[in-house]
């Protein structure tokens, strides 16, 4: 683990002195597989949608598969992974950014088998970091490496944070309803992800959240991979759907995950459905938290600004 850590700090280093090839950081033999944890990211071009809730009830289901789980709030402005597990934790996100804490010393255990970091609600400053900053940042993320699955809840829309983030993934989940507008900022984001990166294997993974039923969420998704196929050349996976369920809502108020409160409604049968498929789809040879690390030098080589 040091080891590899102290690997990958060398490979920035070098990559920040314009020094290092990218192709150093893509060789098999700086990562150890067993310290590989799958990366998650869930994000939506519009906000609402129900990021945070797939975020921490994904998390759960996958917690029951006996996957170890942290939950990272990246939703810098509007951090709510906490107050959803009804937790205020004493030092959060902010602290990391400032450097006066390290990921791991803010890490959280929650009373339901997963582990949270918290983020830093508010503080807009943040999502405005400058780009070292932002890869240290996320370069502290290796210290999370012993966990099977980091999902990372990120803001709605653009920015140059989700994009790293995404970039970085080993599966980036988009969420939306079936609403035009919701649909339309979505597509907005895949298209900007098309733009911007070497996207064709990225993972992406559509959600349709909050549907009538199956039907419905089919003609969603079918829309959206046929347009991402046809103008993107993008390849987009259809993960599954969410039904629109009254519990959901309810857990929200109660400050529980519904797969705690529910474990039976739909919500919460669907939700188990997409982690069970995420399952079996695990990223091969080419996935894990080494091969996201390549992924974040490759994508630092196209400035990205938007
Ligand atoms: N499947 C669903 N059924 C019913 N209501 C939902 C569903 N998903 C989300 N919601 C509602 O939408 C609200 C916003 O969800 P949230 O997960 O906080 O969205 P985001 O993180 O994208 O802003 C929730 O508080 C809940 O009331
Ligand atoms: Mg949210």
Not at 33 to 39: C, E, F, Q
Not at 127 to 149: K, T, V
Not at 283 to 290: D, I, K, L, V
């Amino acid at each position: 683990m040091e080891d590899q850590a102290e690997k990958l700090r060398e490979i920035m280093k070098r990559k920040k002195d314009g020094t290092g090839s990218p192709r150093a950081s893509s060789s098999k033999s700086n990562v150890k597989p067993a310290d590989k944890a799958r990366v998650i990211t869930v994000t939506s071009g519009k906000g609402g949608v129900g990021k945070t809730n797939l975020s921490v009830n994904m998390a759960l289901a996958f917690a029951r598969l006996g996957r170890k789980v942290v939950v990272m709030d990246a939703d810098l402005g509007l951090a709510n992974v906490n107050v959803m597990l009804n937790m205020i934790p004493k030092y959060n996100l902010y602290h990391v950014i400032k450097k006066q804490k390290t990921i791991r010393e803010i890490l959280v255990e929650t009373e339901y088998g997963i582990s949270i970091v918290a983020g830093a609600s508010g503080f807009s400053q943040i999502a405005n970091m400058g780009e070292e900053d932002r890869r240290d940042f996320i370069s502290e993320l290796d210290s999370l490496s012993n966990a099977d699955i980091i999902i990372i809840d990120t803001s709605a829309g653009v920015s140059s944070n989700v994009l790293d983030f995404i970039a970085a993934a080993d599966d980036a989940v988009i969420i939306t309803t079936p609403e035009p507008t919701a649909i339309t900022d979505a597509y907005g984001i895949i298209k900007i992800i098309a733009t911007e990166y070497d996207s064709v294997n990225m993972g992406l993974k559509l959600v349709v959240n909050r549907a009538k039923g199956a039907a419905q969420a089919k003609s969603v998704a079918d829309r959206m991979i046929n347009i991402a196929g046809q103008f993107l050349n993008l390849k987009l996976d259809y993960l599954g759907f969410i039904y629109d369920d009254v519990s959901v809502s309810h857990a929200v108020l109660r400050q529980k995950p519904f797969m705690v409160v529910d474990p039976k409604c739909k919500a919460s049968i669907c939700v188990q459905h997409i982690v069970e498929r995420m399952d079996r789809n695990k990223p091969g040879e080419t996935g894990g938290f080494g091969a996201m690390f390549k992924r974040l030098f490759k994508s630092s080589q196209n400035e990205t600004v938007v």
